[in-house]
């Protein structure tokens, strides 16, 4: 392989570039301006990789560049996405299949009263898939527990008024006095 495969970390820290020395004591990355790149700590690919994802996950614009500048790994040193809380998640469902978030990050498809245990997914989609692809589906499905459609909501009729009178006269601004 030709040309240095090694690379270092810019830091993007009050509107200027900063490159990466080392940790500190504290936990805070000692950095060098972009005069002084000759100070900044020159790294394998992979250690540049997990240093950057470490910075990044404690809130520091960081980026893995070559020594030309060029920037690389964006995907992979963006910091894990924070998981959403099970409060905030809300049930899903295919067909008539119930899909509900656990306490954990997972999600689960349960079979109450059956001997069936719950199939687990990372997300809805996951959940479903497996449940489609067990060899025994066709016993499950009908075990599964059951989504229930909440009710209709029902229009008021000051809701219906309001819709014919934008249809008459469009989303034009009424003044008082205009016949509506």
């Given amino acids: 392989?030709?040309?240095?495969?090694?690379?270092?970390?810019?830091?993007?820290?009050?509107?200027?570039?900063?490159?990466?020395?080392?940790?500190?004591?504290?936990?805070?990355p000692l950095i060098a301006p972009y005069e002084e790149i000759n100070k900044a700590l020159l790294m394998s690919r992979e250690a540049a990789v997990a240093r950057c994802q470490l910075l990044r996950t404690a809130g520091w614009r960081a980026s893995?560049?070559?020594?030309?500048?060029?920037?690389?790994?964006?995907?992979?040193?963006a910091p894990p996405a924070a998981q959403t809380p099970a409060v905030e998640r809300v049930p899903h469902h295919a067909g008539d299949v119930l899909i509900v978030p656990g306490a954990d990050r997972f999600w689960?498809?349960?079979?109450?009263?059956?001997?069936?245990?719950?199939?687990?997914?990372e997300n809805p989609d996951e959940c479903y898939r497996k449940l489609m692809e067990h060899p025994r589906s066709?016993?499950?499905?009908?075990l599964a527990e059951k989504f229930i459609p909440p009710p209709e909501r029902i229009?008021?009729?000051?809701e219906v008024q309001e819709a014919l009178r934008r249809e008459r006269i469009g989303n034009r601004r009424v003044r008082p006095g205009d016949q509506g």
């Fill in 1 to 28: 392989m030709s040309g240095d495969t090694r690379v270092r970390i810019k830091i993007k820290w009050q509107n200027q570039d900063w490159f990466f020395v080392r940790m500190e004591d504290d936990k805070r």
């Fill in 64 to 77: 893995v560049v070559t020594p030309s500048g060029v920037v690389l790994f964006e995907d992979s040193t």
């Fill in 108 to 121: 689960y498809i349960r079979f109450p009263g059956s001997p069936f245990e719950s199939i687990r997914g």
């Fill in 138 to 142: 066709a016993e499950m499905m009908p």
């Fill in 155 to 158: 229009v008021t009729p000051a």
